[in-house]
């Protein structure tokens, strides 16, 4: 480790390693610090008895050739031939009392999911989806900045049950319908839902690993089990990040690759004008996840694909606004029926991710992050749900 670097980011998370990797390979001096001990964030796996478990996330999307902004990020960095994608097609599928869809990246086909349960909307759902996947960025965001995603499927639809349907994957951002920006969620389909089911073979640890490799081999260095303690800034300047144990590292330039919250509560220690905008932010959700490695193989009782969407109820605003009400008020419950279950089910596709025969699957429901008898509660629940 040196003691000057042009850049340190703060994380190793995708954010840091791809920024970290374009800024390496630009010839800066980078560090990257990271406070666990493999690179990845939410995009890590862990083994347990020879089943490899994905952390967060449960598939990667847009990667579809030539247009993809993942695409295009692997091949700005010639990782595009290095990486196997076990390409699942279709790659989610949405449960509920009355209905059984499947999303996939081709567009007519899912076009076709939906008007088959919803033939009176036919025309309706063509034009949403043709509008999400048409329009560039700035007509997206002109059009849509002032919505919540609620107000702009209204404006396309009267049917709230598939309004209800359309709104479960906001789970990806652990916000309900009425909260989430219509603008960020349209990106979500644009760029998650309607082109994703890209599981790198072996499971999502695999890719965070290849991201590091190249990161090291343009010159730039990662430390794990480094925490930062401090963002050293004067008079708006930046002259270095202290490290727990380690002490200063000089630097320029940082990126944070952290919670907001966390940096500028914690971290950078001057009032700024920012920092009273983020005081002002209440956190999303967070996951309760149980990770399960199961003596059958699953392939028997699921068609092929990577993610399962169990929803009992269609009131879509109670089972993720539940959580969101916690972080408001702090002393609300969540429901002893758990009305959803989100399953990842890898094993469908990669036949590396658990032991022959065998099946690993992670089970997870929406929880708030300010409580913990959130978490005791969602323990008891969401078992349950799974052996039920």
Known sequence: ????????????????????????????????????????????????????????????????????????????????????????????????????????????????????????????????????????????????????????????????????????????????PSKASAFIAIMLYKEYVLDGGYYPQGGIQKFSDLLSAKFESFGGQIFFNRKVESVIERNNIIHGVKLEYSGMINTKFVVANCDAHYLFNKLLLNETKEKKRVETMIMSASAFVVYLGIRDNIKKLFNKHLCSWFFSSYDIEKCYDTNYRYCLEKQLTISEDVDYLVCQLPSLVDDEIAPRGKSAVRAMIWVSQNRIESWIEASQNVYTKVLN
């Open 1 to 176: 480790m040196k003691s000057n670097y042009d850049v340190v980011i703060i994380g190793a998370g995708i954010g840091g390693l791809v920024s970290g990797c374009y800024l390496a390979k630009a010839g800066m001096s980078v560090m990257i610090v990271e406070q666990s001990n493999k690179p990845g964030g939410s995009c890590t796996s862990f083994n347990k008895n020879g089943f490899i478990f994905d952390v967060g996330v449960h598939y990667l999307g847009s990667c579809r050739e030539g247009k993809g902004i993942l695409f295009t990020i692997l091949n700005d960095l010639s990782l595009n031939d290095d990486i196997k994608f076990l390409n699942c097609d279709p790659y989610d599928r949405i449960i509920t009392p009355n209905e059984d869809i499947y999303i996939s990246k081709d567009l007519a086909r899912t076009v076709a999911e939906f008007t088959k349960w919803f033939p009176k909307q036919s025309s309706n759902i063509k034009s949403f989806f043709n509008f999400v996947l048409s329009k560039d960025l700035v007509s997206l965001y002109g059009k849509t900045k002032n919505l919540s995603f609620r107000d702009f499927l209204e404006s396309f639809f009267d049917d709230q049950r598939l309004i209800s349907i359309l709104s479960i994957p906001l789970g990806n951002i652990g916000l309900p």
